[in-house]
């Protein structure tokens, strides 16, 4: 059975592990194809790509853009992406230097609730500096004693109606799948179960996805409940969209580990159908899972 894990950060964005220590991981872990799927960032795939060369699985170049829709944050996480694509790194870097601002005014924010260095302590925590978001912040409150635990500080902080929660416009839908699609890869919409939308809302961005050439959604992610696994499968194949799998791991000990969720459900059509570099690994030979 293959093991297709299309979602996970490394220390360019906010993952914990560099890109090398991770798809090392992912192999350990029996992980056979690995999308590195950085916020806003490819700069950690050329070392991914070496990794994973050396570790014999499959690394698939990807990325997860911030994305505005209607006013609320939604993520679209780019597969089979050109990280040298000139309107995908551009667009990306655009989106990154608007994170600076946006983290000091977070700063600013939780020294007015009374909690002093969060922009300096969230910017210590962050190897990219340039990548500096609510997960640094999360963990740097969790290592002050502010919060218990990562849940805890972002039910308590850094969400909205709470300190350090800071509005922010990030790209439109229609520029992230823009970039995606240019540089030749295929835009995914990530746990589409995390967002607060009513099922009319979600419908709409399901329509308005596929319209401007999204291709698939994440079914099975860790943001998912077990629960709501066949309430996606069904969506995805209502609205003529394929189905994806993923982690999004960030780091050990907190989220889902790499390449531990379950399968797709059979009936789904996942986004690697046809995918050239995994012809000889989905060969009848090889396939179940998938
Ligand atoms: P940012 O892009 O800086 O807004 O950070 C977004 C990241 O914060 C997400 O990708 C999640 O990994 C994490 N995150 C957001 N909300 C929560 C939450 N309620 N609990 C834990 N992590 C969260
Ligand atoms: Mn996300
Ligand atoms: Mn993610």
Redesign the pocket.
């Known amino acids: 059975m293959l093991n297709i894990d299309l979602h996970c ?1 490394s220390d360019a ?2 993952g914990m592990l560099p890109p090398a220590v991770l798809v090392a991981r992912a192999a350990a872990n029996g992980v056979d194809v690995l999308a590195l799927t950085d ?2 960032e490819v700069a950690g795939i050329a070392a991914a790509r070496a990794a994973a060369d050396a570790a014999g699985i499959t690394l698939v170049p990807g990325v ?1 853009i ?1 994305v505005t829709w209607e006013g609320v ?1 939604v ?1 679209v996480v780019g597969l089979r992406v050109d990280p040298a694509h000139p309107a995908l790194a551009a667009g990306l870097a655009g989106i990154r230097s608007g ?1 600076t601002e ?2 000091r005014r977070m700063g600013e924010d939780l020294a007015r609730a009374g909690i002093a260095g969060a922009y300096e302590g969230a910017h210590a925590h962050a190897a990219n500096k340039q ?8 963990r740097w409150l969790v290592e002050q004693g502010h919060a218990g635990d ?2 805890g ?3 308590q902080f ?2 909205r109606g709470n300190p350090g929660y800071v509005e ?1 416009a ?1 790209t439109s839908l229609e520029n992230a799948v823009g970039w995606i699609r240019g540089s030749g890869g295929m835009a995914v919409l990530a746990h589409p179960g ?1 967002y607060p939308f009513t099922a009319r809302d979600t419908h709409r961005l399901l329509d308005a996805f596929r319209a401007l050439g999204g291709a698939g959604i994440e079914v099975i992610t860790g943001s998912h409940h077990p629960s709501e696994y066949g309430k996606w499968a069904d969506l995805a194949r209502a609205f003529g969209l394929r189905a994806s799998r993923g982690t ?1 791991f ?1 780091a050990p000990g ?2 889902v580990e790499l390449g531990r969720v379950p399968a797709l459900p059979h009936y789904c059509r996942p986004v690697w159908e046809n995918w050239p570099e995994l012809e000889a690994l989905l060969s009848p030979a090889s396939a179940a899972c998938c």
């Open positions: 950060h964005s906010d916020h806003d997860e911030s944050t993520h994170r946006r983290a990548m500096v978001g609510r997960t640094h912040f999360a990562l849940r500080a972002f039910r850094l969400t922010h990030w995390r999004d960030p907190e989220g």
